[in-house]
């Protein structure tokens, strides 16, 4: 029998009959390269699965863990793959998750998350990908959870490949897709009920059920199910968070590192069904015949998301709060916030790692042309404008204390980012120090990256070729520039990572002790050419940051 996806467009992809023997034998479909060393299959519960093996790593691309999304599965949990015989190859990714085109213009480190040119947005998405190093038996696991937020992404953008990282021989990697937006997470079962009732939470659903397919199947790659590590940035970081406050996801992972994705929150009942409704009128479907949620098309719920999304916008002044697409307190599969008012039962006993960059926000601000060009007076009006009179000359006293080469455009940068994400990030580390059970850490990544002249010094999602060990490659290029320091970074930052993911102890040589957060001491990694300990951000800012940011969600 031929795998659930048969009827799927994969006109690139093969599914071979016979042995194992006659397979290896046949010239099978495989990346083209003067490396190419022999093809491994594994077994895994629904069939044999053939990668590619090049330079002591194996890469098995574009494994499904549930069936596609067409037709009357769009709206329902991820349903399982059928079992097949025969050989699947899998060289290739699936598809992405349906989303709208990227926008024309973007950012200088857009080019670096762009998935191979034969990718294409699709409903074969619910796959994931595997690096494992050749050889390998009873390795710590590392999963990624992609960024995009909650509406785009993809487990098979190129800064995520995880060759590097797997062929230091020491841990097996994994990236995964599943369903955005209005796919993934309009909650259709108060209003509809009957064929909808399990339609909450979709998108956190299908990443259970590919940790679930790593759990099953992750040992025949050489990995060990009982030592998985999840690490996602960004909206990859929300995801993190949300994961931890799943009841239904305890034990399927065992440690776990938020970058730059601070979550606390999540939707009530009642602004999930809002939502709902609003996706219904956009889509033309009553409530009293919802039967025609199943014959509509990807390309009807994307129209239906950009239109939801024109109404109820992501806020950049509070991100991690929730709006429009987000995950819901349904009473079953998520029955409280993560954070809020303590840390959930399900997240207290993983440990935990916690940071940012230096200036998340620069990523964003480019066109703030005017804060470049801040000069003392300039950066004291800025503050003074946001943060009142009364706090402007201690605030400001701390940030001249604590970064004394910044410029006034740096320092602005890093006021606003420590507001917009760092009060949030802040938030958990608190609240898993005091009411956590494992231990917890911080970093904070302050190497400033030297493309776009400069100005973005150290943004949004800049971590990430260091984590991966990519500096060096063309993606990690786009975003560092490259160079023997910067590799040498990647070499310390991704070595901290999977020791974390081995020990649940973040270590490497040529850092100091790193040690655990406390609400005391407030220590975090501050990782750089030379790094250092220092607290995450100062106290009173953080506080004050806090007061105003709840204030701004209305949550005071």
């Not at 973007?106 to 998405?125: I, Q, R, S």
């Amino acid at each position: 029998m031929s795998p659930s996806f048969q009827n799927t467009n994969l006109p690139r992809r093969t599914v071979l009959q016979g042995s194992c023997a006659a397979i290896l034998a046949a010239g099978l479909p495989r990346f083209a390269s003067a490396q190419t060393e022999a093809a491994p299959v594994v077994a895994t519960r629904q069939g044999l699965v053939q990668g590619v093996t090049e330079k002591g790593v194996s890469r098995f691309l574009g494994l499904r863990y549930a069936q596609p999304i067409s037709g009357a599965n769009r709206f329902l949990p991820p349903q399982p793959v059928v079992p097949w015989s025969g050989v699947f190859v899998a060289d290739r990714h699936a598809d992405t998750a349906p989303q709208g085109p990227e926008p024309v213009s973007g950012t200088p480190v857009t080019p670096a998350f762009a998935p191979p040119a034969y990718v294409k947005a699709g409903e074969d998405c619910l796959a994931l990908n595997i690096w494992a190093p050749e050889g390998a038996k009873d390795l710590p696991v590392m999963v990624w959870l992609h960024g995009g937020g909650w509406q785009s992404g993809s487990g098979s953008c190129a800064i995520y490949d995880g060759t590097r990282l797997a062929s230091r021989g020491d841990v097996v990697v994994v990236t995964l897709n599943h369903r955005l937006g209005a796919h993934g997470l309009t909650d259709f079962s108060r209003i509809l009920g009957g064929a909808w009732a399990e339609s909450a939470n979709l998108s956190v659903k299908d990443m259970v059920a590919a940790l679930e397919w790593v759990q099953a199947n992750i040992a025949g790659f050489g990995g060990d199910p009982n030592t998985v590590t999840i690490f996602g940035e960004s909206g990859g970081g929300w995801k993190v968070n949300t994961l931890l406050g799943v009841p239904a996801a305890k034990g399927l992972f065992h440690r776990a590192i938020v970058e730059s994705g601070p979550l606390t929150r999540f939707h009530t009942a009642e602004a999930a069904d809002e939502i709902a409704r609003k996706v219904l009128a956009a889509l033309g479907i009553s409530e009293t015949a919802p039967e025609a949620l199943n014959t509509v098309t990807m390309e009807d719920v994307l129209a239906a998301e950009r239109k939801v999304m024109a109404e109820t916008p992501m806020s950049f002044a509070a991100p991690g709060f929730p709006s429009g697409f987000w995950p819901v307190i349904d009473g079953r599969f998520i029955t409280r916030h993560i954070y809020d008012p303590d840390t959930a039962e399900s997240a207290r006993d993983v440990p935990l790692m916690v940071g940012q960059t230096g200036t998340e926000f620069t990523l964003f601000m480019l066109q703030d042309e005017a804060a470049y060009t801040l000069d003392a007076e300039g950066l004291a009006a800025r503050a003074n404008q946001m943060f009142g009179p009364e706090n402007t000359a201690w605030l400001l006293q701390s940030y001249q204390r604590d970064f004394p080469a910044l410029s006034p455009a740096a320092l602005w940068f890093r006021l606003f980012s420590d507001f917009a994400m760092g009060a949030l990030s802040n938030e958990i580390l608190d609240q898993r120090a005091t009411s956590g059970t494992a231990r917890v850490y911080a970093y904070r990544f302050e190497w400033m990256s030297p493309i776009a002249g400069g100005k973005l010094f150290s943004p949004h999602t800049m971590e990430i070729p260091f984590v991966f060990d990519n500096v060096a490659t063309e993606a990690g290029q786009v975003m560092t520039g490259g160079g023997t320091e910067a590799e040498a970074l990647a070499k310390t930052v991704s070595e901290a990572w999977v020791q974390f993911a081995k020990t649940g102890t973040p270590a490497a040589p040529g850092l100091p002790h790193w040690p655990q957060y406390d609400t005391t001491t407030r220590a975090a990694m501050h990782l750089d050419r030379a790094a250092k300990v220092a607290p995450y951000i100062d106290a009173k800012a953080v506080a004050l940051f806090r007061q105003m940011l709840w204030a701004r969600a209305g949550l005071n």
